[in-house]
């Protein structure tokens, strides 16, 4: 019975993206009269040809490469670093620093003070942009925080016998055990902003800056929309047809194939971090 369930649920969960990997390869036509399923109908590659011969999609992907790396590297030092102290219930000011976590899952300045913080502060068109407003998620930070007070206190207790300061026992004890709550969020963090494009959206003005989830995003809308972008009537059909396909499985491609890597970690990650006990 629980080979027949988890079938069905594997069954039920791949047929969507298959779905949408067939309609990548498959022919206006064919899309449009409902032909396609799980295999290809009508072979064509004249969206990825378009995309991929741009030169400026290789730009932007290397973009977000680099804003995903940045990005998650940050997020990860200042989580990191704010988790390991709320996690230590004795420090004076403790319950102010969680409702300061706390209160900006609830409230935010909004759009246009954000927009006009970001320029003041000279950051647009700028990498910082899109990573100092996202540096921490409250929702990882809080995860985290739960995990390392799960870890036994007598191994910090040693260490500071030992002579250990706090930054040794955070570097030398804690995060060696926390190898699986690390992987998890990290997995978070470079999932979030390898598909964010709203924050790019709005703080980039130069096309040589942006990510390839807004160079893909304006492909679409081009598309779907009937402008040109250099191609004939009947190629921009066959675009408009299937760019959205080729849009998610561009995107979601390169996350597939690093998934795999640090799977063993991810339940064990979350579920330490959330259980007590």
């Known amino acids: 019975m629980n080979a027949l369930i988890l079938t069905g649920v594997v069954a039920v969960t791949l047929y969507p993206f298959l779905n ?21 109908v009508g072979f064509n590659l004249t969206t990825y040809d378009l995309v991929v011969s741009d030169g400026m999609f290789w730009r932007n992907y290397g973009n977000t490469v680099l804003y995903t790396v940045v990005g998650t590297v940050v997020s990860m030092i200042f989580t990191t ?22 209160f900006t899952m609830f409230f935010s300045g909004g759009l246009i003070p954000n927009y006009i913080l970001i320029s003041e502060l000279g950051l647009k068109n700028s990498v910082w942009a899109l990573v100092l407003p996202n540096a921490i998620s409250v929702f990882n930070l809080l995860v985290m925080r739960a995990f390392f007070e799960n870890l036994p206190r007598e191994l910090e207790e040693a260490a500071e016998i030992d002579g250990l300061s706090t930054y040794g026992i955070l570097l030398r004890i804690v995060l060696p055990l926390s190898k699986a709550v690390i992987a998890t969020m990290t997995l978070f963090y470079s999932v979030s902003y390898w598909n964010s494009w709203f924050g790019a959206f709005l703080y980039m003005d130069e096309r040589e800056m942006m990510p390839v989830t807004v160079y893909l995003r304006n492909m679409i809308a081009g598309a779907t929309g009937g402008a040109s972008v250099g191609a004939d009537t009947e190629q921009m059909m066959e675009v408009a047809a299937n760019i959205q396909s080729v849009t998610i499985i561009l995107t979601a491609l390169p996350i597939l194939l690093v998934y795999p890597f640090v799977q063993r970690y991810f339940v064990s990650g979350v579920m330490l971090g959330a259980v007590k006990g």
């Open 81 to 102: 670093m704010y988790a390991y102290v709320l996690s230590k219930r004795h420090l004076r000011g403790h319950g102010a620093l969680v409702g300061i976590a706390v």
């Open 20 to 40: 949408i990997l067939a309609r990548s390869f498959s022919s206006e036509e064919h899309i449009r009269a409902g032909d396609v399923q799980l295999w290809p």
